[in-house]
């Protein structure tokens, strides 16, 4: 099975865009995931039709029995995150606040306060015209352990491919080098990092290799927007061969990929032939790893 990963070390420089178009090239072959689950939108491009819905636990979350509660204060008292409220001589969770620890329920002596399972998001399974199938997720808000949700999204797209018969799966990650985006490199054979000739594009691409490569992962790089820094894009592919990285294409700024953003469509349904043969190179390059 080949996973093929697309991360980018800040938002803004195309990834989902080209996430998109690296699916509509691969077709019925691929099962498509969305591991951005802070912010999911590949399927505001792809469309899925859902099969079905999972809600997602992680974590757990303080509930006070208010019949049951003597409102000693204990809990209040301990809890370090401000999570326990007193208002008309009750005492109250406050789930955005609540860390799940545990720790109110093992002092109250009354046993008024249990811990709850956390609903932390939801993830959806469906059928695309472009891909063979998608999932994704979306993290609740103020919700934790996005990296168990991606690692959710990523076993799930797993199972898809082999109800399938596919053996390639598209994961779109999240910008940056957090959890998200570590989770969603686990098992990855191959990593596309999408950058773009800024400062803070080269900066934030030189963190990702850096991750990437204690990972020990094979990658390779598209500079999108390449034209709009000439300088640093010459920096960035300097860069991309002393660290032994791929250097996959080049794409220039075109107000394309924001009409297929617009539209809800992959770039590659447009036609734009020099940045049509681009992405097919791309593609190509992948496919050979």
Same mark, same amino acid.
């Given at each position: ?46 469309? !899925? ?38 208002? %008309? ?12 620890? #545990? ?13 709850? !399972?956390?609903?932390?998001? &939801? ?8 891909? &063979? #199938? ?45 959890? !998200?985006? *570590? ?8 990593? *596309? ?48 061969? #002393? ?43 992948? %496919? %050979?790893?």
């Amino acid at each position: 099975m080949k996973e093929i990963v697309i991360i980018s070390g800040k938002g803004g420089t195309g990834k989902t865009s080209v996430a998109s178009a690296l699916a509509s090239l691969a077709g019925k072959k691929a099962i498509v995931a969305d591991c951005d689950v802070d912010a999911s939108n590949l399927h505001l491009i792809m469309h !899925p039709k859902i099969t079905s819905r999972e809600e997602f636990y992680s974590g757990t979350l303080a509930e006070i029995d208010e019949k049951a509660c003597i409102a000693c204060g204990l809990c209040q008292n301990v809890c370090r995150f401000n999570a326990v409220e007193y208002s %008309n001589n009750l005492y109250a969770i406050d789930e955005l606040n609540c860390e799940g620890c #545990g720790y109110c329920s093992k002092v109250c002596p009354s046993g008024a306060i249990t811990m709850k !399972p956390q609903k932390s998001g &939801d993830v959806f399974h469906g059928d695309t015209e472009i891909a &063979d #199938g998608m999932v994704y997720a979306k993290l609740g808000i103020g919700a934790e352990n996005s990296g168990k949700l991606v690692a959710k999204v990523k076993k799930d797209a797993m199972l898809m491919a082999e109800k399938k018969g596919r053996n390639i799966i598209l994961v779109d990650g999240s910008p940056g080098i957090g959890c !998200p985006v *570590v989770s969603s490199l686990s098992g990855a054979s191959y990593v *596309v990092i999408v950058t773009e000739p800024s400062v803070s594009g080269f900066h934030d691409l030189t963190r990702v290799i850096e991750l990437i490569q204690k990972f020990r992962l094979s990658a390779g790089c598209i500079i999108n927007k390449r034209d709009l820094n000439e300088e640093i894009s010459q920096k960035i592919k300097d860069y991309l061969i #002393g660290e032994g990285v791929q250097h996959l294409a080049d794409l220039p700024y075109h107000n394309s990929f924001s009409k297929a953003i617009k539209e809800g469509v992959p770039v590659t349904t447009l036609e734009v032939k020099e940045i049509n043969d681009a992405l097919c190179t791309v593609w190509s390059k992948i %496919n %050979n790893q």
